[in-house]
């Protein structure tokens, strides 16, 4: 049909990408999901990003994009995603020690099997990573090291946020682009029961999922664009309820790790409804507001299933299967929601965001 208007309109071009944001969230080696999501995007050529925002492994999956695109564009961003999932799964050429620290972090379940991540998962629960790290081993580093062109990210026009923990203020934390580091990426990940926390400029990081995962706010300046799209690994929603220990400390952190990005939905849906009304200008001016369109890929389904019950761990197979499904929720979501993009938001924020009553 587009193709059809173009032609009666005597012009054979092709419709201008539309636009976006994309917030990356964490969630270890089910960001393989967010891989796939990226994947379809680019394969895709619909869509133009203008900001990325990323947390843990979101953050990873982010500079992964930053510096694909901005050595070669959409081919070699793809490459990019696809070299580092697999260098970084179960069969990848880490060494041993280094592949027993990333199974932990990277793990589905975590990843069992292995004497090596069973003895760190045992003396995990009685030291902290400052007696059972004491080198210091930080595999995922030397992986983004690896293909990261940092000097040339901080360069690029495309606005990056990461997002950490500040671990003695307590305090979100936002690396621009400008101050973005392969360090900064860890901060971003480092979870505090399996690293040190990382010091940068003398200040203490933990995982930036526990006060933002992702980060949304930073657009709303830096961008012109008004359309985020969020890719999220953690399900809102769970029919079955947790009975093992597993199940509810796995719904805990899910609930945890989702509570942040609830608070900026909700300050989003109030902000637009006040637009809406007349109460508060429209636009990028002191003193005016952005009406933010919120669209969602989301892992569910086969997630649900990964997360509960099943024992897979992080080898190429389970994170090629994670990759297809994200190809798929893409593939899915600009069928049903492309032409809302630029419109308006595809998420009823409204009946997400706020407390059950009654």
């Known amino acids: 049909m587009i193709d059809f208007l173009a032609r009666a309109l ?68 793809r490459k990019r995603l696809s070299d580092f999932w697999r260098a970084a799964s179960l069969g990848g050429d880490l060494p041993a020690v280094q592949r027993a620290v990333t199974d932990k972090l990277f793990s589905l379940l975590p990843g069992e099997g292995s004497p090596s991540f069973n003895w760190l998962s045992a003396w995990s629960q009685y030291l902290s990573p400052y007696d059972l790290n004491p080198l210091n081993i930080n595999p995922l580093k030397d992986l983004i090291e690896r293909f990261v062109d940092f000097e040339a990210l901080r360069a690029d026009d495309r606005q990056i946020f990461i997002a950490a923990t500040n671990v003695q203020t307590g305090r979100l934390h936002i690396f621009p682009r400008e101050k973005i580091s392969a360090e900064a990426v860890m901060a971003s990940a480092c979870l505090p029961a399996v690293f040190r926390a990382v010091e940068i400029d003398g200040v203490p990081y933990w995982d930036g999922g526990y006060l933002g995962n992702p980060v949304l706010y930073p657009f709303f300046r830096s961008t012109d664009t008004e359309d985020v799209v969020i890719i999220q690994i953690n399900p809102l929603v769970r029919k079955k309820i947790p009975h093992s220990t597993r199940d509810i400390m796995a719904r805990v952190n899910e609930i945890t790790f989702n509570s942040a990005l609830m608070a900026e939905l909700r300050a989003i849906e109030f902000g637009n409804r006040l637009i809406d009304q007349g109460r508060v200008p429209h636009g990028t001016g002191p003193n005016e507001y952005r009406r933010i369109n919120v669209h969602r890929i989301v892992l569910e389904g086969l997630g649900e299933r990964l997360s509960s019950s099943s024992k897979l761990r992080n080898d190429f197979e389970s994170l090629e299967l994670l990759r297809k499904v994200g190809q798929r929720a893409a593939r899915r979501f600009l069928d049903q929601h492309f032409d809302e993009i630029g419109v308006r938001s595809s998420v009823d924020l409204k009946t997400e965001v706020y407390s059950e009553w009654g």
């Open 10 to 77: 005597g012009s054979d071009k092709a419709p201008k990408p539309k636009r976006i944001n994309l917030a990356l969230q964490g969630g270890g080696a089910h960001g393989a999901f967010t891989w796939g999501v990226l994947d379809h995007l680019l394969e895709d050529g619909r869509l133009t990003v203008e900001g990325i925002s990323g947390t843990s492994a979101g953050a990873v999956n982010a500079v992964m994009l930053a510096d694909g695109l901005k050595r070669g564009g959409p081919d070699e961003a």
